[in-house]
């Protein structure tokens, strides 16, 4: 039975056809990717940290299009709409576009049985992009009803080199070596470093911003969805993780450290953070699948901004250059692990069944960690028979050969700036 009165979805769609589509003035680097999916047929998922830029892309993605509509259903003007609804929904978009070939909905997932709306589309031969800000309703609810029928990308806040398009700062071939344009160059990485890549916070830097920003997430895509009733106790989860970010734990030490009976609460807690996009868990490598998931995680977050919210976020200079080189890596889709055996290795990548990259950051490369360094990246490169190995800095270079092996040492800025043909 329909749920919501015909003029008010009228309005809705009205309204927002009429809002101001600013598309940003940074062009995101993954906007070339996901333009290559639009001649397929598959639906074209984005997902990511709520205000992390998913809207501003979805509408640099409108340009240049024809026949297309767009819905926001975060619009408290939703609240009764039900899935019965959405034939009603279709003929007022097309009472007001016109005929329609691409349609743009954003988080769409909050009303239930969409997938279903969604795959009639679908087998109508209409092009359907939807954003959320939530991994698993997405993935879940689609997988279910359309398997191999979606590609879905992962969006997160400003890359370094978007974060210099932002600033106006043109990045130029000789920019790494001509003196005066490299400190400039390392001046930025350290702001970008302390600032990260919400574009909203960039404007004008309002660390109310951030703050509401955090509250909503934690409310309303965790505390609300999953509804969660011991609110005080994963506040405290969130704090104390932030505050330890590049750091091992266990579900069992935080159980005990949060006063709470059963670890499984824990993992599930973790879960719902790394779905909103919030923090992010990485598993140990080990050989041994069960060896692999009962093994110590190590934490990141996905940009530094939210040491603004008043936890005791990491001074260390060394574990916030290592945040984000994860974030970096999980920007590139990456599949990725820590290791721990005789030596440790903050990173390896694996493509398919094999290891093929191994990394180690470092703030400073210096007498004191050198060894360590180096020990720990030849461990995994003769056990994975890998010819090279990275050491990524804050700006210091070289090229190390030790026992046959290549180490490449190199400012993480430059690192970054790998796949924008630099």
Known sequence: MSMINKEILRQIVAQQKEEKLTAGTVRR?????????????????????????????????????????????????????NAQDFEQLNEILTEFYGRIETYFFDEIQNIDKFETFVRRLQDEGKKVIIIGSNASLLSKELGTRLTGRYKSFEIYPFSFYEYLTFNKIKLEKDSFYITQKKVKLIKNFKEYLLNGGLPEYLKNKDKEYVRTLYENILFRDIIARYSIKRQKIIKELVNFLMSNISTTFTYNSLKNLLGLSNAITVKEYVFYLSNSYLLFELQKFDF???????????????????????????????RILENAVFIELKRGDKEIYYYSGKNECDFLIKEGAKIKEAIQVCYILDKDNKKREIDGLLEVMNMFNLKEGFILTEEQEDELEVNNKKIHVIPTFKWMMKNNNF
């Open 29 to 81: 680097d993954i906007l070339d990717e996901i333009e290559k999916w639009f001649a397929d047929d598959r639906i074209i998922i984005l997902t990511g940290l709520r205000r992390s830029g998913k809207s501003t892309l979805l509408k640099q993605m409108m340009q240049n299009k024809k026949n297309y509509c767009y819905v926001n259903f975060e619009d408290e003007r939703f609240l009764d709409f």
């Open 288 to 318: 041994s699948i069960k060896k692999q998931l009962n093994s110590p995680k190590k934490i990141y977050v996905v940009d530094p901004a939210f040491s603004l919210i008043g936890s005791n976020f990491s001074a260390n200079k060394g």
